[in-house]
């Protein structure tokens, strides 16, 4: 490290740098978080940009009803909420490997030992 500063001031200098640009990407990060609805409302367009489905993906799940989205009375338009599609995507998760087989040892372990009670 000394090869590459030429004295300690230099070395200073360019952390100072470093922390102030650190410190102004994280102001941004955080003004845009504050400006950002939580819990957005929207129409096709926001399912689009939530799912990444075509329009007439959304509208097929929709006349199935496979996928949250309101309709007040009258109005004939579709809206959607952004949170509700998200826990829509989550709840289609699957499982890794890894997390199976976590279940399954827990599992044995729990019938190994109801299993020895009963003997």
Not at 21 to 35: A, G, N, P, R, T
Not at 40 to 60: D, K
Not at 78 to 94: H, K, M, N, P, T
């Amino acid at each position: 490290m000394a090869q590459l500063f030429s004295n300690e001031m230099e070395s200073e200098e360019l952390l100072s740098s470093i922390r102030e640009v650190i410190q102004q990407e994280l102001s941004k990060f955080h003004l845009e978080l504050q400006q950002k609805p939580i819990n957005s409302i929207g129409g096709i367009e926001l399912a689009q940009q939530i799912t990444g489905l075509a329009r007439s993906t959304i509208y097929n799940l929709v006349s199935q009803r496979k996928i949250p989205f309101s309709k007040p009375q009258n109005s004939g338009r579709l809206y959607f909420v952004e949170s509700d599609l998200r826990a829509w995507i989550q709840e289609g998760r699957w499982q890794t490997k890894n997390e199976i087989a976590q279940e399954v040892e827990i599992f044995l372990g729990r019938s190994a030992k109801a299993a020895n009670r009963r003997n």
